[in-house]
Structures are given as structure tokens and as C-alpha cells.
């Protein structure tokens, strides 16, 4: 009872805390908005980062599944962020990917597609556990002395031009210069500006999860087209438990990918490997959780508004076809550092319009063009038409055979 009595009274004296003005308020925690947090803090930005949920710096939840491929331009701002290396988990290189086309059942068509360790001088990406990084997240937020950590809390903010004021629940207020939406794919904050978005759906949902397989995956990853969706097989580091493991992200059609989730172990397993289009990590049986994530594309017509931006999910939403989504999150706030820290460096505004110009103008067209390219994928792959199946196959080993242009597709893809 005392120590309840105890927190309670830690609680309301931290609540009487007065906060500090900021340069930066970011909105949101995850991945992205925490990662931006711990760059800019480093680059000596004050900044305030307000997130919903409880940030405990020490959790360690269950292994529950899921995880991350982080692309090779990422993972460096990962280290500067100084995050990478606090992730207490290892990581696994991706250093070989092969694209297949076929149909559940079948072997793979015999004209592929492959992404070899010759076609770039390091790792196309790494994975790691989804836990991983929110565990290296939070103790970076907790512990980097530029940053005031706002959780569990919800703010009200009023943007004029001058500045933007945010006062939490609580009743404490402090001011900030820019505020960064980073509060995912159903954005308060982007609605609240009343930023227009775009939604494209799929009809696909795909099923999150991860596999323990009898033969070793020799850091490579799979994407194998399906009529009803991709399928992905993508290196995890193994256990003491299961020395070799894989991320799955099985796409199907909506209504049947929950089916197929919920189906037991032994005929969910079986279901995986009909997908596999070929048999080289042998038997596999599921492990942890299984998640479902219905499939849909968005993109708000603007990324800016009076002493705001947005980023990652709250900005844009991909097909997971190549693997790119939360890739493009971090490319958005690798582009708005450096305009950012350029800007702090010199005592410029960091919300003066024109700097929220140029982000807008360095990140919206590529990622639109990333999203049209998602989309065209997936809708050239995801059916069965014979005379499209022929074609996307042909077209597949054609770029097997152009090293020059396998190269330049993976340096697009590695966020160099």
C-alpha cells in the first residue's frame, strides 16, 4: 500500500513540474518519431516528444512475432542516433534476395529474379525484432539530455504563425517551434489541419509472423509473387530454441487471411510451405504470435502546414511488397535532420515556412513515385492472367541478366 502511496505522490510532483520550451515537439514515439527525437537531441535541438502509451525504459516484452527490415541508409542514421547500438537483441544482415513468381502448391516459374551479395559492397538491409527496438528506443528517450519525455500523456496544440503552444492534460503547457506529427496512419494531427487524404485499398490483408525452419536461410530472403498477394520470407537471427528463423509477411485476400491465421500450428505450416515455391529451409513450424494488418495505401496531398510536418505513417502508407514502408519513414526524417540541424546551426526558425517547403519538396515526389511503384507491383503480380503472368516473368529475368540495373535497383532500394 505504501509504495502505491509512494508512486502516486512521485506522480502528481512530476505532474507540477513546469516543461521547459522546446524547438521541437514531436507527436509520437514509434519507430519514426522516436528515432528523429534522439537524432535531433544529439545535434543539440531541444526537443519534446508527447506519445499516448507508457514508454517504461527498461520493458522487455515476450518474442511476439514481429520485426523490422531496416535498409542500409537507415541503419546508418540509426547509429548516429546513437540507437543502433543499444538494441539488446542481434540483428541479421539481409545479404541475398531472391524474386520468384508462381501459384500455392507449385514450384516457382524457372525464370527468377536474384539480388546477390555482387551487387552491392554491404548488406541490402537488417532485421530486427520489432521488441528489439522499442527497448533500444526507449532507453535512449529516457536518457538523452536534450529530450523531455511526455508518456503517457495527450496534448492539445494551437499553431500560429509565430509558434505553436501544447498543453497536456495535466493543465502544463510550454512552447514550441515546429511541431512534427509523427502519430501514424490515423494522424489526429493531420486531420486536425485538415490535410486531405488519399486511400487506395487492396482487398489484401497480410498475415505477420515468424518461423522456425530446419535448414539454415543463409541471410537470404524470399519475395515470392502469388496470384492472391506476395509472399515474403525474410532472415531472422536464431535462438538457443530455434537456431534458424524467418519473418513471414503472407499477403491473401481479405476474409481469408484471417481464416488462414487462425488455422492450428501443423495446418498453418502446412499452408506456409505450399506458398514457399521452393523447398530450400525444409520443414518449418510457426513461432509466437500471428498478427493480421489489412493492406491499404494512403498519402495526405501535403506534408506541411503552419509549424507543422508529417512523417512516416502519418504522411504516407505503402503496399509491404518491397519491404519499403518503414523505410520511407526513416528517409522522410533523414531529409528533415539535415534541413533541421543545417537550420539550428545557423539560429535560423526552425519552423520558418520555407524550411517546411523544402522537406516537402526533397520527400513528397520520391515517396509518391515509391508508392506508384508498390502499387503497380502489386497489381501486375497479385493475379493469374496467363498472357501478365508470362510477361512479369519474362521481365523478372530480364533484369536477372542487366547486373547494372540489378544495381541500381538495390542502391535505390538500400536508401543510399
Not at 500455392?104 to 559492397?121: I, K, Q, V
Not at 548488406?123 to 520489432?130: R, S, T, V
Not at 513471414?248 to 487462425?262: K, N, Q, T
Amino acid at each position: 500500500m505504501h509504495q502505491t502511496a509512494h508512486a502516486e505522490h512521485a506522480a502528481a510532483a512530476h505532474a507540477q513540474m513546469p516543461i521547459s520550451d522546446v524547438d521541437v515537439c514531436i507527436i509520437g514515439a514509434g519507430p519514426v518519431g522516436g528515432t528523429l527525437a534522439c537524432h535531433l537531441a544529439q545535434a543539440g535541438i531541444k526537443v519534446a516528444v508527447v506519445d499516448k502509451a507508457d514508454l517504461p525504459p527498461m520493458e522487455d516484452p515476450d518474442f511476439d512475432g514481429r520485426a523490422y527490415a531496416i535498409a542500409a541508409g537507415p541503419k546508418a542514421y540509426l547509429e548516429e542516433a546513437g540507437v543502433w547500438d543499444a538494441l539488446p537483441l542481434p540483428s541479421c544482415p539481409i545479404e541475398d534476395i531472391l524474386v520468384t513468381d508462381g501459384r500455392p502448391g507449385e514450384p516457382a516459374s524457372p525464370l527468377f529474379l536474384e539480388f546477390t551479395r555482387e551487387d552491392a559492397n554491404q548488406p541490402f538491409g537488417w532485421m530486427i525484432e520489432a521488441r528489439s527496438l522499442r527497448v533500444a528506443l526507449n532507453a535512449s528517450l529516457h536518457t538523452t539530455p536534450e529530450i523531455t519525455l511526455l508518456a503517457p500523456a495527450e496534448a492539445t496544440i494551437v499553431r500560429r504563425k509565430e509558434g505553436a503552444t501544447v498543453t497536456l492534460h495535466d493543465g502544463r503547457s510550454f512552447k514550441a517551434k515546429l511541431v512534427v506529427a509523427a502519430d501514424g496512419r490515423k494522424s489526429r494531427l493531420r486531420s486536425q489541419a485538415g490535410i486531405p487524404l488519399t486511400r487506395l485499398s487492396y482487398g489484401q490483408t497480410a498475415i505477420v509472423c515468424a518461423i522456425a525452419h530446419e535448414f539454415p536461410h543463409d541471410n537470404s530472403a524470399l519475395e515470392h509473387f502469388l496470384p492472391a498477394g506476395p509472399f515474403a520470407q525474410l532472415p531472422l537471427p536464431g535462438n538457443e530454441e530455434h537456431p534458424y528463423m524467418s519473418a513471414i509477411v503472407w499477403s491473401d485476400h481479405d476474409g481469408l487471411a484471417e481464416r488462414f491465421a487462425a488455422l492450428p500450428d501443423d495446418v498453418f505450416a502446412m499452408q506456409l510451405q505450399r506458398r514457399m515455391g521452393n523447398n530450400r529451409l525444409g520443414q518449418v513450424k510457426p513461432v509466437g504470435r500471428r498478427w493480421t494488418y489489412p493492406l491499404s495505401a494512403q498519402y495526405a496531398q501535403r506534408y506541411t502546414d503552419t509549424r507543422m510536418v508529417l512523417v512516416g505513417d502519418a504522411a504516407h502508407g505503402i503496399h509491404p511488397i518491397a519491404g519499403q514502408g518503414l523505410n520511407l519513414g526513416f528517409r522522410d526524417i533523414i531529409a528533415l535532420s539535415k534541413i533541421l540541424i543545417a537550420a539550428h546551426n545557423r539560429g535560423k526558425d526552425l519552423g520558418a515556412p520555407e524550411l517546411l517547403a523544402r522537406y516537402q519538396a526533397e520527400c513528397r515526389p520520391a515517396n509518391m513515385l515509391m508508392l506508384a511503384a508498390t502499387d503497380v507491383l502489386d497489381r501486375l503480380f497479385s493475379n493469374n492472367n496467363p498472357v501478365l503472368r508470362f510477361a512479369r516473368d519474362v521481365g523478372i529475368a530480364g533484369v536477372n541478366r542487366l547486373p547494372a540495373l540489378r544495381k541500381a535497383f538495390v542502391k535505390h532500394a538500400m536508401g543510399l
